[in-house]
């Protein structure tokens, strides 16, 4: 942990120095070498000063501690559960590619752009989201900033299901007798463990619970654990997919993954889809990474970051995907030589509700056929791909810990409350598949929905004015943000978001005569979902303003930079200073 320079205030401005010198993040504020409480400093009577330290966010200990903790939050079982299981869902009988384009493009014209947007709103404020919108937007809103923090939060809600899966398969890997060979076998464990009624939950709540611990330790001891931890994943990743590129007719399901079906570009869903799967894979629109810029220096190297990551966390969707299909169309062909591509895209469309069982079924079959170290391998993908799923899950926590504490609250008080929050509610999608992937479409939708909202931060504030001010920070050494990153924020994303979430309702509606029922998968489910989060934050809005008022989020506001007060502009380079300086 860096030291934190020195700030003199005279004695008229000493209370203000008292409501910075707060405990955040679990590390206490010191006013000298010894000293502990402001009320230990003694105030100079002839220079009318007090010297103190100044009450900050900690920071990580370094850029790559930064970097990896950034891949940690979006690298995990987004790529290498969630993804195969999207790409199958939209592909077509002829082959995948039209998804993976809509994906890329989308990468390109929606997730970069956010997340760029969330660092450099991170960096200026210091503040978690709501705060951050009632710096730029005023106090009405402060829901828009709840918008993204509750839909994170009930995102972080069934999280911990898949990642209690992988728990549940990593004691498997181990206490097997032998690896299942075939799709049946692999499929049988799968269905053995989803029909428990007790099994799924306990892992849940011990997979919150292994992420509460890290919280509670604090920024080091999440970065401590991602530098482990997220590297060796990438290995092994790396690994299999290389491996399943040797297996005999792995060519087959690489063609067809490879293999456009053109008609399927002009499908809506195919296009939310890619946009939903983007948001979750990259981080954008979740305010993970903005969260996490709360605590970077000035001069960290946010706009590089926000393209090495997010290309870096897709390709490793991609060999995920690759080795997938790879293994699932080489076994498929070796025990059935007579099937076609439609059919086992049929199966594996089918392996769970929404493909939900597609990784879980196929990867201990991939490791079977390694040999030897087979379950060694089968093991440590588990145990890596278990602790990638908490890295993201510490991030999606945070979000709403981060958000507690601006409201005065403990950081120990905060992460009990989020973790009570996020077994009590994820319990739902332990009991029931299709109860969890109702939830991962209406709050992986929602992602693309809380870009627009991000959007409107530069858009009200002056997209050239923000680009100015926030982004291009004068004495920063990082990438000049272009002039053309303009237009696509300010006009590009919000089109894209709002033509896709119309398309998707219209096509919904003419395409499904039951689109009216509240089934799991309707979009009147979602749609009615989220109309009664945004009345019941309207209403918590408005309740916190009259109540409040001009004081709302008053101490969490002196965090940071306040845009339309250039004195509290953050100058120093190795500034993790909060406050006037």
Known sequence: ???????????????????????????????????????????????????????????????????????????????????????????????????????????????????????????????????????????????????????????????????????????????????????????????????????????????????????????????????????????????????????????????????????????????????????????????????????????????????????????VSIYASFTLFSTVFSTMVMDNPTLTRSAIVKIIQTTGPGSTGLTFTWIPVLFSKVGIFGRVLCSLFFLCLSFAGISSLIAEVQVYIVTIKDFGVSHKIAVAISVAGCVCVGVPSAISLQFLENQDNTWGYALIISGLLLTLIPIFYGPLRFRRIVVNIPESTDWRVPLFWVPIIAFLVPLQTITLIGWWIYNSITTDENWYRLTFTSVTSTLVEWSILIVVLLVANLVAVRVRGDRLFEKARQYGSDPYDPSTYERNTDADLVGPE
């Open 1 to 315: 942990m860096k030291d934190k320079p020195y700030a003199k205030f005279s004695s008229d401005e000493k209370a203000t120095v008292i409501s910075l010198a707060l405990e955040d993040f679990n590390v206490p504020c010191q006013l000298s070498e010894k000293a502990n409480h402001v009320s230990e400093c003694n105030l100079s009577s002839a220079s009318n000063e007090v010297q103190v330290r100044i009450g900050t966010r900690s920071t990580f200990d370094s850029n790559l501690g930064l970097v990896i903790s950034c891949l940690g939050s979006a690298v995990g079982t987004g790529n290498i559960w969630r993804f195969p299981r999207i790409l199958a869902s939209n592909s077509s009988s002829k082959g995948s590619l039209a998804f993976y384009i809509a994906w890329i493009i989308l990468l390109f014209c929606w997730s970069i752009p956010v997340i760029l947007l969330e660092y450099v709103l991170g960096r200026f404020t210091r503040n978690s989201v709501p705060v951050a919108f009632t710096k730029f937007l005023g106090k009405y809103s402060v829901w828009i900033g709840g918008w993204l923090v509750t839909s994170v939060f009930f995102l972080s809600c069934y999280y911990p299901v898949i990642i209690g899966w992988c728990f549940y398969y990593l004691y498997k890997s181990i206490a097997l007798k032998e690896l299942p060979t075939t799709e049946e076998a692999g499929e049988a464990i799968f269905n053995e463990f989803t029909g428990n009624s007790y099994l799924p939950v306990i892992v849940q709540i011990v997979a919150v619970l292994v992420t509460g611990v890290f919280l509670f330790g604090g920024i080091r001891w999440i970065e401590r654990a991602n530098m482990i931890l997220v590297p060796l994943l990438l290995c092994i990743v790396i690994f299999t997919f290389g491996w399943s590129l040797t297996r005999e007719y792995a060519e087959v399901g690489i063609a067809f993954l490879l293999t456009p079906s053109w008609n399927s570009l002009a499908d809506s869903s195919l296009w939310i889809a890619a946009a939903s799967q983007n948001a979750f894979d990259t981080g954008a629109g979740m305010a993970l990474l903005m969260t996490y810029a709360i605590y970077v220096s000035r001069d960290a190297q946010i706009v590089k970051y926000s393209m090495f990551i997010p290309i870096t966390n897709n390709l």
